[in-house]
């Protein structure tokens, strides 16, 4: 069972950048696609962004696509987001996520079944 702790989040204007990491522990990290998922208040879950379990696939949500990045490290259990051009629509908490690689890849946030505590991100106009 793997645990996850995101860190990164913060208060930026728009324009700027931000990376936000997801540590993960107690499980093979590298048996796990991963995903980000953020929420904003009001509004529920969505997914952001998805990389499969050797870092080979990945798939962004339209409204953060040419923005985003995310990539991972195995060696070191670590999944990033690298966010350029911030938007205030983008102000949300974001989660990272965990899916066990035999179910096969997912943009659902349903299918994941572990979670981290979140970050919040925060773009000011």
């Known amino acids: 069972q793997v645990q996850l702790v995101e860190s990164g989040g913060g208060l930026v204007q728009a324009g700027g950048s931000l990376r936000l990491s997801c540590a993960a522990s107690g499980g093979s990290f590298s048996r796990y696609h991963m995903g980000w998922f953020r929420q904003a208040p009001g509004k529920e879950r969505e997914f952001v962004s998805t990389?499969?379990?050797?870092?080979?696939?990945?798939n962004y949500a339209d409204s953060v696509k040419g923005r985003f990045t995310i990539t991972r490290d195995n060696a070191k259990n670590t999944l990033y987001l690298r966010m350029n051009t911030l938007k205030p629509e983008d102000t949300a908490a974001y989660y990272c996520a965990a899916r066990n690689y035999i179910y096969g890849s997912s943009t659902n946030p349903n299918d994941y079944n572990y979670w981290g505590q979140g970050t919040q991100v925060t773009v000011s106009s």
């Open positions: 990389i499969n379990m050797n870092g080979g696939n990945s």
